[in-house]
């Protein structure tokens, strides 16, 4: 029994430096990158700053077959240009709405500045106004009525007539 625990421990002793075998090197922003597998091929001999283990420099790729991995390997920027530029065009799909809302908004504050300037003109000039009651039997606008109605229509002409002057 007590050699089976020497040996074990003597395996656990061993392996535990394969275990933690950790390569650490300096990537091209700047920042220390910790990992147990070796740096991309493309980090130069001179920025890795620990290997894992013992183990010797991997040989040189030959040139041929560097050039050939630097083609194969997506160049990381840090910024994606299909997502930028869905970016860009989701902003001007926006930016397009938005005119397009804001149109029709002063399109719809017009149609109301005109029409309430019409009305108004119409009370201005003194011409007798009638109503429609509940009953549906036609009232003329007492005074009062028709002051309410030259103030509401004020209103809207202050409100939607700002571009007229």
Avoid: H
Avoid at 63 to 83: H, I
Avoid at 139 to 155: H, N, P, S, T, Y
């Amino acid at each position: 029994m007590k050699m089976l625990r020497s040996t074990l421990l003597a395996v656990a002793c061993l392996a535990a430096p394969v275990a933690f075998a950790q390569w650490q090197w300096i990537d091209k922003d700047g920042r220390k990158v910790f990992s147990d597998q070796p740096p991309p091929p493309g980090v130069p001999d001179n920025k890795i700053v620990k290997r894992a283990g013992n183990r010797p420099a991997q040989p040189e790729p030959e040139p041929v077959a560097a050039a050939a991995s630097a083609v194969s390997m997506p160049k990381v920027s840090g910024k994606d240009k299909e997502l930028e530029e869905k970016k860009k065009q989701a902003a001007a799909a926006e930016a397009d709405k938005k005119k397009k809302q804001d149109e029709e908004t002063a399109k719809g504050r017009a149609d109301n500045c005109d029409r309430a300037k019409r009305a108004k003109a119409t009370y201005d000039s003194g011409v007798r106004m009638t109503t429609v009651n509940d009953k549906g039997e036609r009232e003329i606008m007492g005074d009062e009525q028709r002051a309410a109605e030259v103030k509401r229509l004020d209103g809207i002409i202050a409100r939607d007539c700002k571009n007229d002057g």
